[in-house]
């Protein structure tokens, strides 16, 4: 059966490296017999536009049709005079929700020829392989009560609810030990059990699922700590696995180690492997437009889908060489750009890839 996959572009950056990583897709479909097509759909600020939401029910439907999801970014200044329930970020949270996408897989690799992009010095960063697993459709960002309203003193006071239940813990905890048990067998399970209850209980519970992979090491950690560690001494974390919030902040910070947030891709999978694939950037205004996004999070998402939802290992790995090759050649979009090395535009950096996929 050919497989079916929903491009959602979104705004600012989105199209512009989406475009690049369909041009990918393109060629691994005419060059390899990849039985597989897409379509575009709108998402976002552009859906907002177009159909005054930032997510139809059509498109949602063409979601749950599709054998996988790839997304650009959504959002930007134009959206932010709207309130939070029309936003171009609600499209996203609520992909994620409907489709069940609980599990977050965002690998901050360092590119051996990005040491010195790093915001670190490079015998920190040098190896980097860290994979943070963050729950995706749970905590602090779908907990209910949430709202703005007006407390006894007359006052208006904003409120969102911190809940995880035993089995959205547990089953974020598989997720994050079977990753474990495929790499290092290390798992760091960040947390604030020092001062919430919420995640006392995922401390427990992850330290009960624990004991069904023994050859696992499991420690946990404050995400303060955690946060203070991943800037001190990155390479201590093999696997880290962590709730909704805490793991947006951490990746994002753990994302620049690697050189550019534009480096870091994306796969929130369901408990199937179904899988929407993306970037952990967002829409990035300050550079929309003008060619100039690093379009290899969204080319490395690509990879990510065929190795997560489509077991196209071998192509996987021939678009992760293809970076590595397009990195050791000198091309650098401007986020990545060191001295000596090849400043190019998006478009750019995407020919370059294609020339070194063949
Ligand atoms: P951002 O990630 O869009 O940008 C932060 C900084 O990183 C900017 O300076 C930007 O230019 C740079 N950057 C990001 N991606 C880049 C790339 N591929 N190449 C080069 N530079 C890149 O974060 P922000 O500015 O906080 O948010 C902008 C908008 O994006 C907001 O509306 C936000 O809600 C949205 N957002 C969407 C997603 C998503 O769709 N998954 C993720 C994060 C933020
Ligand atoms: C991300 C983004 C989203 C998040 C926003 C845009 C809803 O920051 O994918 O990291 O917070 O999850
Ligand atoms: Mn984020």
Same mark, same amino acid.
């Given at each position: 059966? %050919? ?133 995706? *459709? ?22 969102? *609810?911190?809940?995880?239940? +035993? ?31 919420? *995640?006392?209980?995922?401390? +427990? ?13 499991? *420690? ?104 590595? %090759? ?33």
């Amino acid at each position: 059966m %050919t497989k079916k996959i929903l491009v959602l572009p979104g705004d600012g950056i989105g199209p512009e490296i989406v475009g690049q990583a369909t041009r990918v897709l393109d060629a691994l479909i005419a060059d390899h017999g990849l039985d597989m097509t897409y379509e575009s759909a709108l998402v976002g600020g552009s859906s907002f536009d177009e159909h005054g939401v930032p997510l139809t029910d059509e498109v949602l439907e063409k979601a749950r049709q599709a054998d996988s999801v790839l997304l650009g970014a959504v959002g930007g200044p134009k959206w932010e005079q709207y309130e939070i329930a029309v936003r171009p970020e609600k499209a996203l949270l609520k992909l994620r929700s409907e489709l069940k996408l609980f599990g977050n897989l965002r690998p901050a690799i360092l590119y051996p020829q990005l040491a010195s992009a790093s915001s670190l010095k490079p015998e920190l960063v040098s190896g980097l392989d860290v994979l943070i697993v963050r729950e995706l *459709t749970g905590g602090i960002y779908f907990g209910q009560p949430r709202g703005i309203r007006t407390n006894n003193n007359g006052e208006r006071e904003g409120f969102n *609810t911190y809940i995880y239940s +035993e089995s959205e813990i547990e089953r974020i905890a598989h997720v994050a030990f079977r990753a474990a048990m495929l790499r290092d067998k290390r798992l760091c399970s960040v947390d604030k059990a020092n001062v919430l209850e919420v *995640t006392e209980l995922w401390r +427990e519970v992850m330290t009960r699922v624990g004991k069904e992979y023994p050859e696992v090491e499991l *420690t946990h950690m404050y995400v303060d700590n955690a946060a203070m560690q991943l800037v001190r001494a990155p390479k201590q974390f093999d696997v880290m696995v962590t709730g909704n919030m805490f793991g947006d902040i951490l990746s994002d910070c753990a994302a620049m180690l690697t050189g550019s947030i534009g480096m870091l891709p994306s796969a929130s999978l369901d408990a199937n492997g179904k899988g929407m694939y993306e970037p952990i950037h967002g829409s990035a205004p300050d550079i929309a437009g003008q060619n100039k996004a690093n379009p290899l999070a969204t080319i490395l998402s690509v990879s990510m889908m065929l190795r997560h939802s489509f077991g196209e290992e071998a192509l996987a790995d021939k678009i992760e060489n293809a970076v590595s %090759t397009v990195l050791d050649q000198g091309y650098r979009t401007g986020d990545i750009y060191t001295d000596g090395m090849k400043l190019v535009s998006t478009s750019e950096m995407g020919d370059a890839v294609l020339a070194a996929l063949k």
